[in-house]
């Protein structure tokens, strides 16, 4: 057994995830993967890993890990996320998001989620070694597949990782990147728009809705403005894609994510672009979230230009020099302040 | 029609060979092995494919799919002509939580609404909702009835269940609308498998009605890996 991570406290739901399981869902089987993949993304490219690379999906609150492996290096991303490093004199340290940090064995990683994103992703050196399944590392709960033992991590687990220690060399900052809670998306219009009474999908995209507490990995339930339909709810059931837009009888949308049902019998109002849906994985309960209609020709440009910006961070990534090498100048009080600021017009 | 920057659905007009058109369409999509074509998702009246949007432009994609649906010709429509599979299933009361209510509803006896049930031949409509899980046609006219009103939140794996003109069977704990009358012992999804689904569509599946004791035997002898559903040798 390979050391790695012992969960100490496992958070509210801690996944393994990587980009997803493609070619599988015509045997019912979700792509699923990250919620938010760019986020995912980021995290992997300032510890050195491929983006893909299998991480830890956070929701809500953040797991506390102790290192069992010699060293690791470690990064987090997400709004709002930062890392507090607990060494073996029982001093605190704080890591902001998108900064890589080498932590050493028997000290303490807890990952705090401060709002306001409600995910971040916390990606090891080398990656994570768990067994793959059906061509992925993501974790699929509901059918007890993939990641770690198919479920989220629970306490007392030891996370295997792939490298022994973490590798020598400097720790870097991926810089001018911002992983900002998406309060807006852009929508194309569904396969059954139709469906429902007109100027809907216009009154969908007039008001904001609220993000209700009935949200997971497979969907978020929206409240606001009613959508009404012209006769029933229910389609003949066809394939979904994750972003659709589906409205049931009381006339709420929701909008499926990830983990997505591969079949569906409701009418779709609207299907959120490729290039948004990491920010949907951003958003938890009480946020807005406002929809905007776009064409297929400007959902292909924001996914080109999303795209050239994932391939410029390499670029982006800054040294830290030595001295940052467990970011152990900075004290607690003071980069909270820092970050509290940073995040106040958010 | 594009219904995403990543998929587009094609919807079949009805005829009476939708399933084997739906299939046709998409046997023809794997051989053109269009780079891209992701996935392939067949339903009742559409097919789903999903593509891979750095490949080509939108306008091109959509024009290829409409050149090849237009290219199926009636000889390439494949009748539904897969395995034939005898599902066992238990009815008993414990096991199905609906099954009075059905009764009630379509003024049967519950060994009635179980007759009916194991009687018809049914064919795999769609495999897809969770991972493995076939919808079936067409449910005697009798048994027919809406979904429940409220979905239960969680229903226990192998429970088999129906509603509007469809019987399913949900492989795994999930949340379900429909109105449960019986429990199948059997692994419809499985990752040793290949593929992981034990069902595909167009195989034809009736149910042989077993005993409570039976059912835990059949259980037992499938946790204990012992025991799996092999395809009739002929059809019905």
């Known amino acids: ?346 | 029609m594009a219904i995403a920057d990543t998929a587009f659905l094609v919807e079949f007009a009805d005829h009476p060979m939708m399933r084997g058109r739906l299939l046709a369409f998409r046997a023809m999509l794997e051989k053109a092995e269009h780079p891209g074509i992701v996935e392939v998702v067949i339903a009742l009246k559409t097919v789903l494919v999903h593509c891979d949007p750095d490949w080509a432009e939108p306008d091109k994609i959509r024009h290829e799919l409409e050149q090849l649906a237009l290219a199926l010709s009636a000889s390439d429509y494949q009748p539904a002509r897969g395995r034939h599979w005898r599902i066992p299933i238990c009815y008993d009361p414990t096991l199905a939580l609906d099954l009075e209510a059905v009764a009630a509803h379509a003024r049967l006896t519950t060994a009635e609404v179980a007759r009916l049930h194991a009687e018809q031949t049914y064919t795999v409509s769609m495999i897809g909702f969770m991972p493995g899980q076939p919808y079936l046609t067409e449910l005697p006219e009798r048994l027919q009835l809406p979904r429940r009103l409220t979905p239960r939140t969680s229903v226990v794996k192998g429970s088999v269940a129906i509603a509007t003109n469809m019987t399913v069977v949900y492989p795994i704990d999930c949340p379900a609308g429909w109105h449960i009358i019986g429990r199948s012992p059997v692994e419809l999804f499985s990752l040793s498998g290949t593929p992981p689904a034990m069902l595909e569509p167009g195989d034809t599946v009736r149910f042989a009605a077993v005993s409570r004791h039976d059912y835990g035997a059949l259980e037992a002898a499938v946790e204990r890996n012992e025991w799996r559903l092999e395809p009739e040798a002929s059809q019905p």
């Open chain 1, 1 to 346: 057994m390979i050391d790695g991570l012992r969960v100490e406290s496992a958070g509210t739901s801690t996944t393994v995830q990587d980009q997803g399981r493609v070619g599988y869902q015509r045997y019912g089987i979700p792509i699923g993967g990250a919620l938010d993949r760019v986020s995912l993304m980021a995290a992997n490219t300032v510890v050195g890993n491929d983006v893909g690379t299998a991480a830890l999906e956070c929701l809500y609150q953040g797991p506390v890990l102790r290192v069992t492996a010699r060293s690791v290096r470690v990064a987090i991303a997400g709004a709002g996320a930062q890392l507090e490093i607990t060494d073996r004199h029982g001093d605190r340290h704080i890591v902001a998001a998108l900064e890589s940090v080498r932590v050493m064995r028997d000290e303490i990683i807890r990952v705090r989620l401060k709002g306001p994103g409600m995910s971040a992703y916390l990606a090891v050196e080398g990656g994570l070694a768990v067994t793959q399944v059906l061509g992925s590392y993501s974790t699929f709960s509901r059918a007890r597949i993939g990641g770690y033992a198919g479920r989220p991590v629970q306490d007392g687990d030891s996370l295997p990782v792939r490298q022994s220690h973490a590798s020598e060399r400097d720790e870097v900052r991926l810089a001018n990147v911002s992983l900002k809670p998406g309060r807006s998306v852009r929508i194309m219009p569904g396969p059954q728009v139709d469906a429902f009474m007109p100027g809907s999908i216009e009154a969908l995209c007039e008001q904001p809705y609220v993000v209700s507490p009935a949200c997971d990995r497979m969907g978020m339930r929206l409240a606001g403005p009613k959508l009404s339909h012209r006769h029933a709810p229910d389609i003949p059931s066809e394939g979904m894609v994750s972003g659709s837009i589906q409205v049931p009888g009381d006339g709420q949308p929701i909008v499926l994510l990830a983990d997505c049902q591969t079949i569906g019998g409701y009418a779709k109002i609207g299907i959120v672009i490729s290039a948004d849906l990491p920010l949907l994985g951003r958003l938890g309960p009480g946020h807005q979230i406002s929809f905007s209609l776009c064409t297929i020709e400007e959902a292909k440009a924001a996914r080109k230009e999303l795209a050239a910006e994932i391939a410029g961070w390499r670029a982006k990534l800054e040294p830290l020099g030595n001295a940052h090498s467990f970011s152990r100048l900075y004290s607690t009080n003071l980069i909270s302040g820092v970050a509290d600021a940073m995040y106040a017009d958010w």
